[in-house]
């Protein structure tokens, strides 16, 4: 950083501009030529900056349309100065963005300052984080892996996705194996720390909190009452303000100072109360004893996939966000393959996109299924399973059906064919119907087999299409 490099600074109206960057050590400031600006005004000093978000992660990244152009892991902002503008850069390599990204958190962070009410929130955060770290740390060792990691935040922020923190998680990992191999594979205190603040901080938020606060990273009761009757329309008394800080603010010391950090804003403005959606709502209102084709059922189709169908990537996340956001129809095509070691396996992906890279385990996927089906809703589940297989593959797709699902798989021995217009949703709560397709019926016909029947449902119902992944 001190000898300099090249990086792209992205300006509203899409304007970018290829820069030189370097630290002037002597004098504390980030510089940058060739510029408009005098000399005097093409830097910013060390000590004016507030914060070094990783990222596209400000409204000039989230605003402008040439930003798309750069990926995400190599941009991030600098924001300084008392009206919080940002520096938004772009780096050459992920490692180059990582290395400006954590020099300068590691200089702002050693500079001396005062004691003020921002430096407060944010060490009051930071033992926080590092309380939560060591209860969660049962090992007692200073590290945690990759399950830990991603557990710990998970539990501590809110609506972060599991495959966000991960992707993150590994970008981390990496880069800290890159600074120094000797390290065991793991996050320390100080970079669990570091990770959470990238993950959980949404920038939107913070810059609601900043415009609000008079104390920079923390609102204090009169900040959070001016918030709520601006933003929100809401009369609120001092009152209703100190039960939010109590309520929402997960450090000790902030509460005691009645006041409200980024994490605890966030957690207010993602709690029921501040939902659109009505809670009363959450139980169904409607009739749910009715035969299924009187109903629209919230569906997903092709659910592996997380883009286009000739060459777009699969994962397993795609089947947990769906079934976390209710939907209650799936559909997956099943394949016979032979592995190397001459082994039958059945996998999930696209007719049109069979390389080897984008198959996933039908058993990995059946897991995820059986660990989420009713995670936000007891109604049936509605698998549409499209398989390609011999009959022994067939045989083997009932076999791995029964083995994870079993417990709530709707068979023959369960309910009589001959009255299945009177199966509801209501009555088939908890349950799995399977829709199969792409055999004769007399292939699909697995009774003998271990006594175990399916009960095929060829329901005729209308749904709507929601494609979440």
């Not at 892991?73 to 992920?94: P, W």
């Not at 509460?255 to 029921?272: A, N, P, Q, S, V």
Request: some cysteine.
């Amino acid at each position: 950083m001190y000898t300099g490099g090249q990086l792209v600074k992205v300006r509203s109206a899409s304007r970018v501009y290829r820069r030189f960057y370097w630290l002037d050590e002597e004098k504390g400031e980030l510089r940058w030529e060739p510029s408009k600006k005098d000399s005097d005004k093409a830097r910013v000093r060390l000590s004016d900056i507030h914060e070094v978000r990783s990222g596209k992660n400000s409204e000039v990244f989230l605003s402008v349309d040439a930003a798309e152009h750069f990926p995400n892991e190599c941009a991030f902002s600098i924001v300084y100065g008392e009206e919080y503008i940002t520096l938004d850069l772009v780096a050459s390599t992920t490692e180059e963005a990582n290395i400006w990204c954590t020099g300068l958190r590691h200089l702002i962070s050693g500079l001396s300052t005062s004691a003020s009410p921002g430096d407060t929130a944010r060490e009051a955060r930071e033992k926080w984080l590092s309380d939560m770290f060591r209860a969660a740390d049962v090992n007692s060792d200073g590290f945690m892996d990759e399950d830990e990691s991603v557990q710990l935040i998970k539990s501590l922020s809110d609506g972060v996705r599991d495959n966000v923190i991960k992707t993150k998680l590994r970008e981390y990992l990496k880069s800290i194996k890159t600074a120094d191999s000797d390290q065991p594979v793991g996050l320390t205190q100080s970079h669990f720390i570091e990770l959470f603040k990238d993950v959980a901080t949404r920038a939107e938020v913070y810059f609601i909190l900043v415009r609000y606060a008079s104390h920079e990273d923390a609102m204090s009761v009169d900040d959070l009452r001016s918030f709520l009757e601006i933003e929100q329309g809401i009369n609120a008394s001092r009152e209703m303000c100190l039960n939010i800080v109590a309520e929402c603010e997960p450090s000790a010391q902030l509460r005691e100072k009645h006041m409200l950090g980024i994490d605890g804003f966030t957690r207010y403005l993602t709690c029921d109360k501040c939902a659109l959606f009505n809670p009363k709502k959450r139980t169904p209102t409607q009739d749910m004893d009715r035969p299924f084709s009187h109903y629209f059922i919230s569906a997903s189709h092709n659910t592996y996939l997380i883009q286009d169908q000739l060459s777009g990537r699969t994962s397993l996340s795609c089947f947990q966000t769906v079934l976390e956001k209710g939907c209650r129809c799936l559909s997956l095509d099943v394949w016979a393959f032979v592995d190397n070691n001459n082994e039958k396996n059945l996998m999930v992906h696209h007719p049109r996109n069979n390389r080897q890279q984008v198959r996933l385990q039908l058993s990995a996927v059946l897991n995820i299924i059986h660990e989420y089906s009713f995670s936000s809703s007891d109604f049936p589940l509605i698998l549409v399973i499209r398989v390609r297989a011999t009959e022994s593959g067939q045989h083997h797709l009932a076999d791995l059906l029964h083995e994870h699902l079993g417990d709530y798989l709707c068979t023959a021995e369960l309910f009589n064919t001959s009255v299945n217009n009177s199966l509801t949703p209501e009555k088939l709560k908890k349950r799995i119907l399977l829709e199969i397709s792409g055999r004769s019926q007399d292939d699909l016909s697995l009774s003998h087999r271990d006594q175990f029947t399916l009960f095929l449902f060829l329901i005729i119902f209308l749904f709507s299409f929601e494609s979440f992944c």
